[in-house]
């Protein structure tokens, strides 16, 4: 049996993040000592565990209710967590190319940089001058 404050040390997660999770329902009403105190078992820190996963590969609190839904299931087909996963991962995908246009255009505005004085700083200019941005803003994240 657990504390609240070792189940978080040992998942890595803050103590006010799993009382969050169980206000939320992705975390069960742990079992109480007489003075009040939570008490968590093996099953309840997998669960954390798994959880603090998802979060960490940017999965949303929502895809985690379902793939915890999911996981408490063990006879289902495992096609509705593939489409969870591959959901995450077109998003993942397009952050991506968004952050690749902007390295690609700020690349540009710091090499056209002749490093002389800022009434000439071409890093100043492109950013003064939202012409020159890429034609898409969507591309970077604008």
Known sequence: MLTIGALAKKTGTKVQTVR???????????????????????????????IRHSRQLGFTLDAIRELLKLSDQPDKSCHEADEIAQRQL????????????????????VKECSGGHTGDC?????????????????????
């Open 20 to 50: 969050y999770y169980e206000q939320i329902g992705l975390m069960p009403e742990p079992g109480r000592t007489e003075g009040g105190q939570r008490r968590y078992h093996t099953a309840e820190l997998d669960r954390l565990s798994f």
């Open 90 to 109: 077109n998003q993942v995908e397009q952050r991506i190319s968004r952050l690749e246009a902007l390295r690609k255009e700020l690349k540009r505005m």
């Open 122 to 142: 071409r890093v100043l200019e492109v950013l003064r001058d939202h012409s020159e941005c890429l034609t898409d803003h969507n591309e970077i994240g604008a």
